[in-house]
């Protein structure tokens, strides 16, 4: 009995071939490097809430629109500040008058007194620049160790030329984003 082992041949050659020439899916080790800082602390407010008296004004001391108050002082205290860190962010926030959306609306302190009407609150660096609120540009300060002061000005400012009297409070937020 002769086997014929040609053709049987062929097929695993052929096999063989058409295995070794099929593409291929290709497998590719990466890698990805991840850095970043983890800092001990940021600083630390010192006064996270704070009552601003900015004082008392008769009605007459707003004879038209754009008069303005006596300014009254605030400072953001920071302290213990790590010392990698360069900058503050302060991004000053809260509800604004609907007349004047640069000032800060009164809002009702829920003491159960009479609102003052024609007026708002305006915020001022230490350089006695206002700057607006809810502002997508935060206000960026240098850090100069580990305790920082910065000082801010409030006054009242007229929306109307006909100001009522009243109490005349409002609720501002800071934001602080440290770099």
Same mark, same amino acid.
């Given at each position: 009995?002769?086997?014929? /082992?040609?053709?049987?041949?062929?097929?695993?050659?052929?096999?063989?071939?058409?295995?070794? $020439?099929?593409?291929?899916?290709?497998?590719?080790?990466?890698?990805?490097?991840?850095?970043?800082?983890?800092?001990?602390?940021?600083?630390?407010?010192?006064?996270?809430?704070?009552?601003?008296?900015?004082?008392?004004?008769?009605?007459?001391?707003?004879?038209?629109?754009? =008069?303005?108050?006596?300014?009254?002082?605030?400072?953001?205290?920071?302290?213990?500040?790590?010392?990698?860190?360069?900058?503050?962010?302060?991004?000053?926030?809260?509800?604004?008058?609907?007349?004047?959306?640069?000032?800060?609306?009164?809002?009702?302190?829920? =003491?159960?007194?009479?609102?003052?009407?024609?007026?708002?609150?305006?915020?001022?660096?230490?350089?006695?620049?206002?700057?607006?609120?809810?502002?997508?540009?935060? /206000?960026?300060?240098?850090?100069?160790?580990?305790?920082?002061?910065?000082?801010?000005?409030?006054? $009242?400012?007229?929306?109307?030329?006909?100001?009522? =009297?009243?109490?005349?409070?409002?609720?501002? $937020?800071?934001?602080?984003? $440290?770099?």
């Amino acid at each position: 009995m002769k086997v014929k /082992f040609g053709p049987a041949i062929i097929l695993l050659i052929t096999l063989l071939c058409s295995v070794l $020439y099929l593409p291929r899916a290709l497998a590719v080790d990466a890698s990805l490097m991840i850095s970043g800082n983890v800092a001990a602390s940021t600083c630390i407010v010192d006064k996270d809430t704070q009552n601003v008296n900015i004082g008392t004004f008769s009605a007459k001391d707003f004879p038209s629109t754009g =008069s303005v108050s006596d300014t009254q002082t605030f400072d953001i205290d920071l302290s213990e500040c790590y010392d990698k860190l360069k900058n503050v962010q302060i991004k000053f926030s809260g509800t604004t008058d609907n007349d004047n959306p640069s000032l800060l609306a009164l809002a009702d302190s829920g =003491s159960g007194k009479i609102m003052a009407t024609g007026i708002g609150i305006e915020l001022l660096d230490s350089n006695q620049k206002i700057l607006p609120f809810n502002s997508t540009e935060p /206000f960026t300060y240098d850090l100069s160790g580990a305790s920082n002061k910065f000082i801010f000005f409030l006054r $009242y400012k007229s929306t109307k030329d006909q100001v009522t =009297s009243g109490e005349a409070s409002a609720v501002m $937020y800071f934001d602080l984003t $440290y770099q």
